[in-house]
């Protein structure tokens, strides 16, 4: 026997009877087994009394109708109150809101489960509403939008358009149309469509709704604010023009009437001052041409040049009386025009801001080695102090066509912390102790200044 025996594989160990019964099972397995109890009892005692086998089972049969009856009562009604909430919350789910869930006794069981689903419902049902209003009040926001506006589903197909863009797009746009046969264009997850040209500045943002990648299209007629921007920049192209032309034709026309009103002439002093009136036209001359080829500030031509003598042509374009005061490198490294500016921009601001009788300006040009960066490489520096106020409004002194004063246009220091800038620096403004404005200039150079 022992060699017709088969060696049992192993299987997976059964669960437990318990595990594998729900909560109706359960129920109908302890309401039967109850009855049989009963039964058993009865059967029993009939017995004991000596009743005879019919007798027994008639009794059997009587009790038999209301036990049954009376097990099935409690089943349907422990069963009832669960299928009752489940059909609630389905109901729930599915959107519907007049369904309401009858009250149950404060001390049943599924009194706090009653109530828990009751609040999620008035939430749900809160919360439907608010998005229901939001989606209302912005399709009635964007419906009235003048900006074209379209939205596409995960298929691209139309799911929302406003009147605005029906209006552009000057076809039938049904909702679940196609976006190709509406005539946009997807690339890269990008909307595009002919009707928009330059004129337009479109936007497609893909966004997630519910999972699934969606995608907005937007446009904007920026065509005004774009002629506008163009008559701003020509404007201010004519005012950075202006600026530069007044302020050196001025003081020539002031050299010019102070020779004509001479019963003689000097001819050393007509030499100069034709000399003085020739370099200034030449280098204006060339500011104004590369300006306007580029129209913009030339790129700085950065090299090496004697700072007096460039002192000394600024110190010429100022009429008023005034006195600079100048300590530091003969030596400059930058563009030579265009420094010529900075200089007789900052002079002019100086004479025309002061309150003194007398304008004091101190002028300081050295060079500072860091050492961080290297033997080869350090900053140049260039102080300008006045005798004067000060700075009225530092945060907006250096905002192009800003200005605090009744005849200026707010070109100057601006063109100078520009032309500071293309070479690479800093421009910076503070307002002295004593009350004068102080200005610092500093800007990269390659190798040392010379003595």
Not at 157 to 180: E, F
Not at 339 to 355: H, V
Request: hydrophobic share 40%; net charge negative.
């Amino acid at each position: 026997m022992l060699n017709n025996l088969k060696t049992a594989s192993p299987k997976t160990p059964a669960k437990p009877f318990a595990l594998t019964l729900s909560h109706e099972q359960w129920l109908s397995f302890a309401l039967t087994a109850t009855l049989m109890l009963i039964f058993a009892l009865v059967t029993a005692l009939t017995n004991s009394l000596g009743w005879s086998i019919l007798a027994s089972a008639t009794l059997l049969f009587f009790l038999a109708y209301p036990l049954i009856w009376l097990a099935w009562r409690c089943y349907h009604f422990w069963c009832q109150a669960i299928m009752q909430l489940t059909t609630y919350t389905q109901v729930i789910r599915e959107g519907e809101t007049n369904l309401r869930f009858k009250a149950q006794h404060p001390d049943n069981l599924l009194a706090e489960l009653q109530q828990e689903i009751s609040r999620l419902a008035i939430d749900k049902l809160k919360k439907a509403q608010q998005n229901q209003t939001i989606d209302h009040l912005l399709s009635h926001i964007l419906d009235s939008w003048p900006i074209p506006v379209c939205l596409f589903d995960e298929n691209n197909q139309l799911t929302y358009r406003n009147i605005a863009m029906k209006d552009k797009i000057q076809q039938p746009m049904l909702i679940g149309t196609s976006a190709a046969d509406l005539g946009f264009v997807m690339d890269n997850d990008n909307l595009s469509h002919s009707q928009f040209n330059q004129q337009w500045q479109c936007q497609s943002i893909s966004y997630l709704y519910q999972q699934k990648k969606c995608h907005i299209f937007s446009a904007l007629d920026i065509s005004q604010p774009l002629h506008q921007q163009q008559s701003i920049t020509q404007q201010n192209l004519i005012r950075v023009l202006a600026h530069e032309l007044r302020n050196s034709l001025t003081p020539m026309a002031s050299m010019a009437d102070t020779l004509l009103c001479n019963d003689s002439f000097n001819e050393a002093q007509v030499r100069m001052v034709l000399g003085r009136i020739k370099t200034r036209s030449e280098r204006l001359l060339s500011f104004i041409e590369q300006y306007s080829q580029l129209s913009q500030l030339p790129r700085p031509r950065a090299t090496w040049f004697d700072f007096n003598n460039l002192l000394d042509e600024a110190k010429a374009m100022i009429t008023e009386p005034c006195t600079i005061h100048y300590q530091g490198n003969s030596q400059c490294y930058a563009d030579e025009q265009q420094m010529a500016q900075i200089l007789i921009n900052i002079f002019k601001n100086a004479q025309e801001a002061g309150d003194k009788e007398h304008c004091d300006i101190s002028v300081s040009l050295y060079y500072r080695q860091d050492s961080w960066q290297g033997n080869q490489q350090g900053r140049q520096i260039i102080e300008i102090i006045d005798n004067g106020p000060g700075f009225a409004n530092l945060d907006n002194a250096l905002t192009p066509f800003y200005t605090t004063k009744s005849h200026g246009s707010g070109i100057g220091l601006s063109l100078c912390a520009e032309i500071t800038r293309n070479h690479g620096g800093e421009f910076t403004l503070e307002n002295t102790v004593e009350g004068g404005a102080k200005i610092m200039m500093s800007w990269p150079v390659g190798n040392k200044i010379n003595h």
